[in-house]
């Protein structure tokens, strides 16, 4: 419902492969430990951002989009719905292609001023679970 066809696929093989996982720590029980890890086994540099600014996965972390010195490609967002439409707005500001929503993140606010701004955007999604369907 909320990614159009073929969307997905264009994120997941068509956009940078440099990932900022947000809410992505070094706890292995959160779900984002997890898909940060899928997705370094599918070719994706992830770079972590979390007020803790953990290294995880073996990459340096980061406090938000914005200390990032690098350009990022996708924005994957693990925080509550509420605070995720701040995320993307950085993600919009940072220059990003892409930003991703995951499973139980829900903001159409967001997700139209994503959309409006140029971005490829998907929400209430995990990439763990679509790039095994992609191939």
Not at 83 to 100: C, F, N, Q, S, T
């Amino acid at each position: 419902m909320y990614a159009e066809p073929g969307i997905i696929r264009k994120i997941i093989e068509g956009t940078g492969d440099t990932w900022a996982v947000v809410g992505l720590s070094s706890n292995e029980r959160r779900p984002a430990f997890g898909v940060a890890e899928v997705l370094q086994r599918h070719g994706k540099r992830v770079v972590p951002v979390h007020p803790k600014a953990e290294t995880v996965h073996g990459e340096k972390g980061y406090a938000s989009l914005a200390e990032i010195p690098f350009p990022v490609d996708v924005v994957d967002v693990f925080v509550r719905s509420e605070l995720a439409g701040a995320v993307a707005d950085e993600a919009v500001a940072i220059g990003a292609e892409a930003v991703w929503f995951q499973l139980g993140v829900i903001d159409e606010g967001a997700y139209e001023r994503t959309r409006d701004a140029g971005l490829l955007m998907v929400m209430d999604r995990c990439p763990a679970i679509e790039i095994p369907r992609l191939r």
